[in-house]
């Protein structure tokens, strides 16, 4: 299993940036999708899931209205479209994929990306 993210870099305040997750050695369209961020200094937080039916759950309630999730499965993509960016959602953004066509809880997830980093400036 291969997680690869990109997408990541520096943007003002109030703008924009879509993350993607690239996914292989798996079959990407039978299982649940997540996005994971991690600021300095503090514990990683789930962000966002994606279910193999195209459901999606919210674990951070900071980024609701603001970040939404989606999927390619004919790309075996997933993609974490993050607007109106403020300075605290700078972070290193992870994909991680459970063994779990549904979205599990944040901690219930087996393997990892290596992380992009996101950095919003004030």
């Known amino acids: 299993v291969q997680l690869v993210e990109s997408g990541g870099g520096l943007v003002q305040a109030g703008g924009s940036l879509r993350l993607s997750c690239a996914a292989s050695?798996?079959?990407?369209?039978?299982?649940?999708i997540g996005w994971f961020r991690q600021a300095p200094g503090k514990e990683r937080e789930g962000v966002l899931c994606?279910?193999?039916?195209?459901?999606?759950?919210y674990y951070a309630d900071s980024v609701k209205g603001r970040f939404t999730i989606s999927r390619d499965n004919a790309k075996n993509t997933a993609y974490l479209q993050m607007n109106s960016l403020k300075p605290e959602d700078t972070a290193v953004y992870y994909c991680a994929a459970p063994w779990d066509r549904s979205c599990p809880r944040p901690y219930e997830y087996d393997y990892w990306g290596q992380g992009t980093q996101v950095t919003v400036s004030s």
């Open positions: 050695g798996f079959t990407f369209d039978d299982y649940a």
């Open positions: 994606i279910n193999s039916s195209y459901g999606t759950t």
